[in-house]
């Protein structure tokens, strides 16, 4: 095996099972996957891979060497930790990565600072709903709005910062209009993927006249519910500091998740990991508050 490029390539294979999918995900297109893949197969003088109707399976010979090839991609990634390590300067690039909401509507004014403080660290922000790969170094930081403890990964090192909390909103612009005694002609406004509203935020049958308004991503959500096209379930430091929004009156506010700060353990020593971490840690306990809707 002379080429890591090669294994790379035929990891990415085995573990999503699509040539396409592996193409994907390592930002190249469907031809390099093959030439790689096929590289490795000359080399070993072994089929690696059965193209079937489903996907690509591995063949006995691919079976043998994918966990050695597992193996010698956790090597490469711990020696690239190690050696990354070793750069204790407040400068070169630092990637974070963290949910869009956490980046847009709470954190930005703190990147801005940090940046203006250090400003020979080129702070990369990866701004994504997917999970990053910490051990693949696809970001040097992880910020996260964990909904269960149990799922963090074992192999990280994590800090718990702040609890979350979510209200009930509505344009402000709407809240001199409704009957705060009967809230069932207001229709809800709710994600796709959430499904109907908790139990603990129907508050005074709200909604239950109208069929809801469905989106599928946030920025709708918020866009929706200042339209006055009815109220929403957000996060409280989303709803509490919109002036366009307010909640629903007699609304309860229920916990949504914890903010999380996750790295790995040879990354943390690194310098300006280190100091951005700690800088992170301060401003969101400042925030403490805001994200418990007691602002």
């Not at 050695?68 to 190690?82: D, F, I, P, R």
């Not at 971490?277 to 403490?288: N, V």
Request: hydrophobic share 45%; net charge negative; proline share 4%.
């Amino acid at each position: 095996m002379d080429n890591w490029d090669d294994i790379r390539f035929f990891l990415a294979v085995a573990r999503s099972g699509s040539v396409r999918a592996a193409a994907s995900a390592l930002g190249v297109n469907h031809s390099t996957v093959l030439r790689h893949v096929s590289q490795l197969e000359a080399q070993l003088s072994a089929r690696l891979f059965e193209k079937l109707p489903s996907g690509y399976v591995l063949t006995p010979a691919g079976e043998e060497i994918v966990e050695l090839a597992g193996s010698m991609e956790s090597l490469s990634s711990q020696l690239q930790a190690q050696i990354f390590a070793r750069d204790q300067s407040l400068s070169g690039a630092l990637r974070v990565a963290m949910p869009p909401s956490l980046a847009t509507d709470l954190m930005m004014p703190d990147f801005a600072d940090f940046s203006r403080q250090h400003p020979a660290i080129e702070l990369q922000i990866i701004s994504s709903y997917d999970t990053v790969n910490l051990t693949r170094r696809q970001a040097d930081i992880a910020v996260r709005l964990v909904f269960d403890q149990m799922n963090l990964p074992q192999h990280l090192i994590g800090t718990r910062l702040q609890d979350v909390y979510r209200g009930v909103y509505i344009a402000s612009s709407a809240l001199d209009t409704i009957q705060t005694d009967d809230l069932s002609d207001i229709r809800w406004i709710l994600k796709e993927e959430d499904g109907n509203a908790p139990d603990w935020a129907a508050t005074s049958k709200l909604g239950s006249k109208r069929p809801p308004v469905i989106v599928n991503d946030l920025a709708s959500q918020v866009a929706a519910a200042k339209a006055e096209m009815g109220a929403t379930i957000l996060a409280c430091f989303i709803g509490d500091e919109d002036p366009g929004l307010v909640r629903v009156p007699g609304s309860a506010i229920q916990y949504y998740g914890t903010i999380w700060l996750l790295t790995l353990d040879e990354t943390r020593k690194i310098k300006r990991v280190r100091v951005f971490s700690d800088f992170i840690k301060s401003r969101i306990a400042a925030r403490a508050d805001v994200l418990a809707g007691r602002s």
